[in-house]
């Protein structure tokens, strides 16, 4: 056995995490990796020191668009950067019975955070970096279950930009990233859609070939372990998303901004 897969409950993924670097097995794990950075701390520190491979699920990274997303951000082709918004929501709600683990609020705080924002939250990190402080609020307005289903969050990052994120689970499914520069601003649509609209200069729309980003990222996974390159997304960034992930409840509750 070269590695596992953790497809468990978020608040086992620590101890399983320490499990296997300990006998030095390389680990995939499903998103959010851990509930809080504490956790994600620890659990990174047991990878660093067993000197394992660590991949975390955020398999939109994978995304073509997503990759060009980055490069626009990157090149400076926006300009700077002063804003990025998104929205990944949908009727998941609708699935979920009260006796499932994923409508635990001490497994899934705030809503759709846990199944679908936090990975926002990375795409988020991966474009702009680490956040800095995060204000959010949280509310169940349609489901009869006691699960949230609209959750809204503001960010500050550490370089300087602002962001906002919704996860509703009780809507029509969207998934869309819209990043805003002072040379102009570009907007992920779906996972194959790529708007570029300049400040000035004609808007261009880019649509890429669907692709299955699960199956990348356990490629990525496997091409990691039998190369010893490390996986594409940084533990760096795996500990900043779980820092702002737990920020999210913590702010619901008390209606203040919270400083990472």
């Excluded at 702009?128 to 489901?143: E, K, Y």
């Amino acid at each position: 056995i070269d590695g596992v897969v953790l497809a468990t409950p978020h608040s086992q993924h620590e101890d399983q995490i320490k499990a296997a670097a300990n006998a030095g097995k390389h680990v995939f794990c499903e998103k959010p990796v851990t509930l809080t950075r504490a956790s994600i701390e620890a659990a990174m520190a047991s990878v660093r020191e067993a000197g394992i491979i660590f991949a975390a699920g955020h398999n939109r990274r994978f995304l073509p668009a997503m990759v060009m997303l980055k490069d626009w951000v990157s090149s400076g082709t926006l300009g700077t950067i002063l804003h990025i918004e998104g929205n990944m929501s949908g009727h998941v709600g609708a699935r979920y019975k009260p006796d499932m683990w994923r409508v635990d609020p001490s497994e899934s705080p705030a809503g759709g955070l846990a199944g679908s924002g936090i990975h926002v939250i990375d795409a988020f990190i991966h474009l702009l970096g680490p956040i800095s402080a995060v204000n959010a609020q949280s509310f169940r307005l349609a489901h009869e279950i006691e699960f949230d289903d609209t959750t809204n969050m503001l960010f500050r990052f550490k370089e300087g930009p602002t962001g906002y994120l919704v996860a509703m689970t009780a809507t029509a499914s969207i998934f869309r990233i819209q990043v805003f520069g002072s040379e102009g601003s570009a907007e992920l649509r779906g996972e194959t859609v790529l708007d570029l609209t300049p400040v000035n200069g004609p808007r261009v729309t880019r649509t890429v070939p669907p692709v299955s980003t699960e199956r990348m990222q356990l490629e990525a996974f496997a091409d990691a372990i039998s190369s010893g390159k490390p996986y594409p997304i940084a533990l760096e960034d795996v500990e900043a998303g779980i820092a702002a992930f737990e920020a999210v409840p913590l702010s619901a509750a008390d209606g203040r901004w919270h400083t990472l």
